[in-house]
């Protein structure tokens, strides 16, 4: 089956903690994304990436890294610096800038 | 500065109805939008792409209509089913053509 993999469905962040989100696509499509919802809130972008080797900051980039070794994954770090990880984060690719296809989400909370 | 508003507040109707749900920009000059389904806890799920020479799309029980003079889209859904019920956001691609840029979404709600 062709789609995107996000992984895991839960995490948990103890304070001061890195924590890496897992997102992988086998739909051979160029670009990937990231994007934050909160609780009633729509989708923030956080980083994207066009090309492997090549990624860019969204609109709330601060307190996360990425990197795109592969054209297939697209990993997303939520580092400590990032003061209030808790939200639903949403990894998505594209065919160019086209239409969208998410994955199921990754529910971070903090201990 | 750019921006995408839909209702915020929740949309009730009665199964069999229309559903109208509207997304207003600012800021934009989009060279298409789209449409998105959203399921609780779930990630969203494509469902139409207007372009902006197009003033109508349908796709089954859906019909998007994108009137770039005022800067609006409406989204309907004919026929409503409690299946229907959930959070529909509209996207946009910013000026630089970069990014694909979300509205905040509108909750429908289908009663049976």
Known sequence: DGGITQSPKYLFRKEGQNVTLSCEQNLNHDAMYWYRQD?????RLIYYSQIVNDFQKGD????????????????????????????????ASSLAKNIQYFGA?????VL | SQKIEQNSEALNIQEG??????????????AYLQWYRQDPGRGPVFLLLIRENEKEKRKERLKVTFDTTLKQSLFHITASQPADSATYL??????????????GGTRLMVKP
């Open chain 1, 39 to 43: 609780p009633g809130q729509g989708l």
């Open chain 1, 60 to 91: 709330i980039a601060e307190g996360y890294s990425v990197s795109r070794e592969k054209k297939e994954s697209f990993p997303l770090t939520v580092t400590s610096a990032q003061k209030n990880p808790t939200a639903f984060y949403l990894c």
């Open chain 1, 105 to 109: 989400g990754t529910r971070l909370s």
């Open chain 2, 17 to 30: 109805k229309t559903a109208t749900l509207t997304c207003n920009y600012t800021n934009y000059s989009p």
């Open chain 2, 90 to 103: 509209c996207a946009l691609e910013n000026n630089a053509g970069n990014m694909l840029t979300f509205g």
